[in-house]
């Protein structure tokens, strides 16, 4: 019997998700703003972010342990009305004398929150749906989560320029209060493991009992989560400092130009989550990794452009549609490979194991975008000596890949056989 996708528990997963990246995304936005008039530097709140993120990377192993040990929907209620009180005691306590202060205090507070938050939404799915409804569930969460990056930003500017930074607090509080709310409908089974007697024997057990299962019994999933943060790595590097350095600085082009660009790769994400929906079932698992070759394939042209006698527009028009399918690809690409992750992986296990791919992602993206800040910044006037040597390592690794994922596959297809 064929497994419904939308049951009632993942619609109100996904509902609640919707509300609070929206509510996350235009406070964000709407705090960075603030920053920026008060400080005229864009670069006080990259820092702040800088420093909010090492709670999340610090802690989230714990919020793994949490989320396998305790009811997860219980977790996810608790820290949603915790947000919501959070970012409600920061709009009372704001003023000009203190707003530096209370903005780095409230990220902070949300990145220790996000740090238990993430692994036990992660762990969620594979709790409510089953086989290839598993990777169908990702798709969707990662189009809810697009589609509020591509809407948020819009709709918090327009409430920013309205009526000012409280305002939408007091809007994104009101969205976590109703994610709590929604998330209180759903019903997951819950099985409590045998207690100890201190916290610190529990997480001492639990994180040797993962790391036993990583290294020894399913190194499958380390290599896996290897290729994912390597094509993060890259694409990140490429995406979230090339992209806005060769629009702005290496073509010239205005600002307007790199809004667009934006878009751009937000409906490419989209589609590529959509794709990854269409392609259960007709996308084998042994040719994941030519989706990672092409990530390599789709930077070539980019870099290929900066040698033809075309002008700054032609170049423009060629990167952004080379780093659109560069970003549909890895859409496809990191929806399959967590999903295969959390299909390897034991329940009592689940939480612990996202965590980890949280962590190993949050720490290999800002060291791409550190290597290739460094890399634009040389060969700013060469810069297809960055990008067509990078496509060439992409495409090498990828196809390094064939015989680990062919092998995956047999493994899966075995243990279809053997249940």
């Keep these: 019997m064929t497994q419904q996708l939308f049951t009632k528990n993942f619609i109100f997963l996904i509902l609640g998700?919707?509300?609070?990246?929206?509510?996350?995304f235009i406070l964000k936005l709407a705090l960075s703003m603030y920053?920026?008039?008060?400080?005229?530097?864009?670069?006080?709140?990259?820092?702040?972010?800088?420093?909010?993120?090492i709670?999340?990377?610090?802690?989230?192993?714990?919020?793994?342990?949490?989320?396998?040990?305790?009811?997860?929907?219980?977790?996810?209620?608790?820290?949603?009305?915790?947000?919501?009180?959070?970012?409600?005691?920061?709009?009372?306590?704001?003023?000009?004398?203190?707003?530096?202060?209370?903005?780095?205090?409230?990220?902070?507070?949300?990145?220790?929150?996000?740090?238990?938050?993430?692994?036990?939404?992660q762990a969620c799915i594979p709790f409510m749906l089953q086989g290839d409804n598993i990777t169908k569930g990702n798709?969707?969460?990662?189009?809810?989560?697009?589609?509020?990056?591509?809407?948020?930003?819009?709709?918090?500017?327009?409430?920013?320029?309205?009526?000012?930074?409280k305002p939408v607090m007091y809007v994104s509080i009101c969205l976590f209060f109703v994610t709590a709310f929604l998330e209180c409908f759903i019903k997951l089974s819950y099985v409590r493991y045998g207690?100890?007697?201190?916290?610190?024997?529990i997480i001492k057990?639990?994180?040797?009992?993962?790391?036993?299962?990583?290294?020894?019994?399913?190194?499958?999933?380390?290599?896996?989560?290897?290729?994912?943060?390597?094509?993060?790595?890259f694409v990140?590097?490429?995406?979230?400092?090339?992209?806005?350095?060769?629009?702005?600085?290496?073509?010239?082009?205005?600002?307007?130009?790199?809004?667009?660009?934006?878009?751009?790769m937000a409906v490419a994400t989209i589609f590529g989550s959509i794709m990854a929906g269409v392609f259960i079932g007709k996308l084998k698992i042994c040719r994941l990794p030519l989706l990672l070759s092409l990530l390599g394939v789709f930077l070539l042209p980019a870099g290929i452009a900066f040698w033809l006698p075309i002008g700054a527009f032609g170049k423009y028009c060629i990167i952004v549609a080379a780093f659109c399918c560069m970003q549909a690809a890895i859409s496809v690409f990191s929806i399959f490979?967590?999903?295969?992750?959390?299909?390897?992986?034991?329940?009592?296990?689940?939480?612990?194991?996202?965590?980890y791919t949280s962590v190993v992602t949050l720490c290999v993206q800002p060291l791409g975008q550190m290597a290739y800040g460094f890399l634009f910044d040389r060969f700013c006037n060469t810069i297809y000596l960055v990008l067509i040597p990078t496509g060439v390592i992409v495409g090498i690794i990828g196809l390094s890949a064939l015989g680990f994922f062919a092998e995956l596959e047999r493994d899966i297809v075995l243990d279809r056989q053997q249940n």
């Design 17 to 24: 998700q919707v509300a609070s990246l929206f509510g996350n």
């Design 35 to 53: 920053v920026l008039e008060m400080t005229g530097q864009a670069a006080v709140f990259a820092g702040i972010l800088s420093v909010a993120i």
């Design 55 to 121: 709670p999340t990377i610090l802690l989230s192993p714990l919020g793994g342990i949490l989320a396998d040990r305790a009811n997860k929907r219980n977790i996810m209620v608790t820290l949603d009305m915790l947000t919501g009180i959070s970012v409600l005691c920061a709009a009372v306590l704001l003023s000009e004398r203190n707003a530096i202060a209370v903005i780095t205090i409230l990220l902070v507070l949300l990145s220790v929150l996000g740090a238990f938050e993430t692994p036990t939404v």
């Design 139 to 165: 798709a969707v969460v990662n189009q809810a989560a697009s589609i509020s990056y591509f809407l948020a930003p819009a709709l918090g500017g327009v409430l920013y320029a309205t009526f000012g930074l």
């Design 195 to 201: 207690a100890h007697a201190n916290v610190f024997s």
């Design 205 to 233: 057990q639990d994180f040797s009992e993962s790391m036993q299962f990583l290294f020894r019994e399913e190194t499958g999933i380390l290599t896996m989560l290897l290729f994912v943060a390597l094509s993060r790595f």
């Design 236 to 264: 990140m590097g490429i995406t979230v400092v090339g992209l806005p350095f060769i629009v702005r600085t290496v073509l010239g082009l205005s600002a307007r130009y790199y809004g667009t660009a934006e878009s751009a």
């Design 337 to 355: 490979g967590v999903s295969l992750i959390q299909r390897k992986t034991p329940n009592q296990l689940i939480g612990k194991v996202m965590a």
